[in-house]
């Protein structure tokens, strides 16, 4: 973790700064609606409130709209100087492209970033089930980096561990992914009833990324309790030979957070 004194805070559709392990000092972008999770995933390691909106109800006048966006990153812009932040991140409390206005958010996002924090990347969050939509494709391929989830390396695991809506399957989420140029790939490990660290996950999840030839993975556990008690960290030593075993067989940078 940083050493670095704990930065001063604001909250709403733009909040933070947090003092992130992989992103430095950020400012997160939440574009669904407030106050319970919008997901087309229900991980078992989510640590969003365990209530959520459905998917089928109409949410658009309760979504963040680029005005309100605008509005919360103006605010940051008089708290934090430029020098403060090193990243912008679109996520939120939920799947980040399930937002109608997500295209002009990133528009909003990227102009912020060039006029008031130059040196900082935008980034966006996301599980990767909307990336065979060229809408979604065309809004993130603005950003500097594209972060896609990739836990399970096969769909028994997937189905447990991230349980998606409706009848997706990992090699559907796999081919999703594979739309996307120039991405990172990130994984969460957990030990418990669900556990992605046994060695037959490990390879078959590895021969994935091997598959999707990320620029580089990002692989880490539970840093905050998870809504729903099922499972439990692994240890930095775990992940640690987890991204050697990674680099050793695919070639691919691997960094355990």
Not at 69 to 98: C, Q, W
Not at 174 to 197: A, C, E, K, Y
Not at 211 to 235: C, E, F, H, M, T
């Amino acid at each position: 973790m940083s050493t670095r004194q704990a930065p001063q805070k604001i909250a709403g559709v733009v909040s933070g700064l947090y003092d992130s392990r992989r992103f430095g000092r950020t400012l997160c972008v939440n574009p669904l609606p407030m106050n319970s999770r919008l997901c087309n995933f229900d991980c078992i390691y989510c640590e969003c409130s365990a209530s959520s909106w459905p998917l089928a109800w109409d949410l658009r006048p309760a979504f963040p709209t680029p005005e309100d966006v605008h509005n919360g990153l103006a605010d940051a812009a008089k708290t934090f100087a430029a020098d403060e932040l090193e990243s912008i991140i679109v996520s939120g409390n939920g799947e980040p492209t399930l937002s109608p206005y997500l295209d002009a958010i990133v528009d909003i996002v990227n102009r912020a970033r060039d006029r008031d924090w130059p040196q900082a990347r935008t980034i966006i969050l996301t599980n990767g089930t909307l990336c065979n939509r060229p809408a979604v494709r065309a809004a993130i391929a603005k950003l500097d980096e594209r972060i896609i989830k990739l836990d399970a390396g096969s769909n028994w695991m997937f189905d447990q561990l991230n349980r998606p809506a409706g009848r997706l399957c990992a090699p559907e989420l796999l081919r999703r992914i594979s739309m996307v140029n120039d991405i990172v790939i990130q994984s969460m490990f957990v030990h418990g009833p669900i556990d992605n660290t046994r060695p037959d996950e490990i390879k078959r999840w590895s021969a994935w990324l091997t598959q999707l030839r990320p620029a580089r993975v990002q692989i880490y556990s539970l840093d905050r309790q998870p809504a729903k008690n099922w499972v439990r960290g692994v240890s930095p030593n775990e992940l640690n030979s987890i991204a050697e075993y990674v680099e050793s067989t695919t070639g691919i940078r691997a960094e355990a957070f």
